[in-house]
């Protein structure tokens, strides 16, 4: 049975988007950053201007453009805290 992340999409003023997830990618900045079910404990700092990109289950993307905040991930999931985020143009198939 595959296992989930469960994500918290999070900017200041409202919770943009939860659910679950086969992975999350995001940009901080020590570099792009992968995070997988059973991931090791670590926050990071989002770079300034970046993607957070969350893949679903069933291989669909949400993808939104986020300025700044940190990327938290422990044993309950992933939670995105940034400063601004909208959806960005899905252009990207798959």
Do not use: C
């Not at 997830?21 to 700092?45: D, I, K, N, S, Y």
């Not at 990109?53 to 300025?67: D, F, N």
């Amino acid at each position: 049975m595959a296992q989930h992340l469960k994500v918290q999409l999070v900017a200041v003023e409202e919770k943009v988007w939860s659910g679950e997830a086969e992975m999350v990618m995001a940009r901080t900045t020590e570099g792009e950053l992968g995070v997988l079910p059973g991931h090791a404990p670590l926050l990071g700092q989002l770079a300034d201007s970046g993607q957070v990109r969350i893949k679903l289950p069933g291989g669909e993307q949400v993808v939104y453009e986020v300025a700044g905040g940190f990327l938290s991930v422990n044993e309950r999931g992933v939670t995105v805290l940034a400063e601004t985020a909208t959806p960005a143009s899905a252009s990207q198939g798959n």
